[in-house]
């Protein structure tokens, strides 16, 4: 069983200068596992594996991803680790972290 996750972005998760791991961050074409709808944001556990070849993604959680269309790499501070849990995209929180207003 696979889910099948577009827009799809590899995210390193960093802290300060120390690499956690990636993650697959990206938005749910089609779920086999019926635990996400069509159009949901999924943000996966950390990547185990990665088959550029099938477009296929494991993570630590035995989940398996297909890959569909092109994707990009970028990257989060663990900081901001919990904004993409939540359903932002790295770009979102990119323009989160640029906005002079703080919120508390």
């Given at each position: 069983?696979?889910?099948?996750?577009?827009?799809?972005?590899?995210?390193e998760v960093f802290d300060a200068e120390?690499?956690?791991?990636?993650?697959?961050?990206?938005?749910?074409?089609?779920?086999?596992?019926?635990r996400f709808y069509t159009g949901d944001?999924?943000?996966?556990?950390?990547?185990?594996?990665?088959?550029?070849?099938?477009?296929?993604?494991?993570?630590?959680?035995?989940?398996?991803?297909?890959?569909?269309?092109?994707?990009?790499?970028?990257?989060?501070?663990?900081?901001?680790?919990?904004?993409?849990?939540?359903?932002?995209?790295?770009?979102?929180?990119?323009?989160?972290?640029?906005?002079?207003?703080?919120?508390?």
């Amino acid at each position: 069983m696979e889910t099948y996750v577009k827009d799809w972005q590899i995210v390193e998760v960093f802290d300060a200068e120390t690499v956690i791991g990636d993650v697959l961050w990206g938005i749910v074409e089609d779920d086999q596992t019926y635990r996400f709808y069509t159009g949901d944001y999924v943000c996966s556990s950390k990547i185990t594996r990665v088959d550029i070849v099938n477009h296929v993604v494991i993570t630590a959680s035995k989940s398996i991803y297909k890959l569909v269309g092109e994707g990009i790499k970028s990257k989060v501070a663990f900081s901001n680790f919990e904004l993409l849990r939540n359903g932002f995209s790295p770009q979102e929180i990119e323009i989160l972290n640029q906005s002079p207003t703080t919120l508390h």
